[in-house]
Structures are given as C-alpha cells and as structure tokens.
C-alpha cells in the first residue's frame, strides 16, 4: 500500500511541479517585457519633455514680457526700454528720422515749429507701431509655448494612464500564475493520491492476478 501510494504521489508531485514551473517562467517572461516597455516609456517621455523645453520657455520669456508691456505684471519701464534699445527699433527710428528730414529740408522747412510738430507726430506713431507689432511677436512666440505645454500635458496624461495600464495588466498577470501555479500543484498531488489509490485497488482487487486453467472440453457424442 505504501509504495504505490508513493509512486502515486510521486508522479503528482513532478507533473505539479512541471506545471508550476511553466506558470513561474510565464509570470517572469510577462515581468520582464513589462519592466522593458516601462523603461521605454520612461524614455521617450523624458525625450519629449527635453524636446518640448526651448518652447517652453521661449513661451514663457515671450509671455512675461508682453504682460510687462502692458502693464499687467512685472517691470513695464524695464520693458519699455529693452523695446526701444533693441536693434530693430532703433534702425527703423534712424532710418525714419533720415527720411523726415530729408523731406522736411527739400520743402525747406528745416527747424519751424511745424516741423518739429511733425517729427515729434511721427516718433509718437512710430513707437506705438513699435510696440504693437512687438506685442503681437510676442503674442506669437507666448502662443507657441502654450501650444507646446498643452501637448506636453497631452502627452503626459498617455504616459500615465499607459504606465498604469501596463502596471494593472502585469498584475493580473502575475496573480493569474499564481493561481495557475498553485492549482496545478495542488491538482497534481490530488491526482497522483487518487492514481495511487485506483492502482492499489486494482492491484488488491479478489482473484485480479488468477488465470483459469481449466482447458478441458466437453465430449459429445453424435449419433451417426
């Protein structure tokens, strides 16, 4: 009774075993190819982020000074100033005064008092061009930045839900094997104590293992 019980239970245990081995290499392969695409994830949100970054904070530079410009927020003298120191403005303000007297002499009109209210007039306007179209540069570029934190936050939100999408779907995964392995475990220890049970009936069952030896045939006899 023993030893077959112990066969039995022997080859539950290994058919247990293989199963459950299957199950944990399954659940380390999943672990594996999870850990990889996280890493990967990983990655290319960081290579966004360092993409997106100039825009950011060109978006941001150009946003703090168009509220300066307008007097909203920060220092609008200090803005001002770098408007009108900047290249640009200076050139079409030299290239304009040129202009202004040249036109202004060919009428012969040099030092009146309507000139200088005309050349004081122009300079007024020019500066409010000026600082229109710098504000509209400006409006540009802030635009540009905003665009690019809105993609950005897109962007962020798929890596997050695809991170814990991944996460989720790796620990189903691993529960599942879990499961599987130790089902298998118990399901082979059961089958191999009822397997050792059926054999030892079968091997115990009354006159199982005796052959009839009788090969006598009957005579009859034919009348003829």
Known sequence: MSGVAVAGLAVGAYSADRQADTASDTAEGQQRATDLS????ARQDLLNQNRMYPY????????????????????????NRALMESPGYKFGLESGERS???????????GSGKAMT??????QDYATGQRSNRLAELSNVSGVGFSASKNLGSTGANY?????????????????????GENARQSGL???AQFGLNLYDYMNRPNQNQW?????????????
């Open 38 to 41: 996280l890493a990967e994830m």
């Open 56 to 79: 950011l904070q060109g978006g941001q530079a150009a946003w703090d000074e168009q509220l300066a410009l307008m007097g909203i927020s920060g220092d609008t003298e200090a803005a």
């Open 100 to 110: 202004l007297a040249a036109g202004t002499a060919a009428r012969g009109g040099m």
């Open 118 to 123: 005309a050349a004081n007039q122009w300079g």
């Open 160 to 180: 997050a839900s695809n991170y814990g999408n991944l996460l989720t779907g790796n620990a189903n995964a691993q529960g599942a094997a879990g499961i599987a």
């Open 190 to 192: 059961l089958g191999g």
């Open 212 to 224: 009839t030896t009788d090969y006598s045939i009957p005579m009859t006899s034919y009348d003829l």
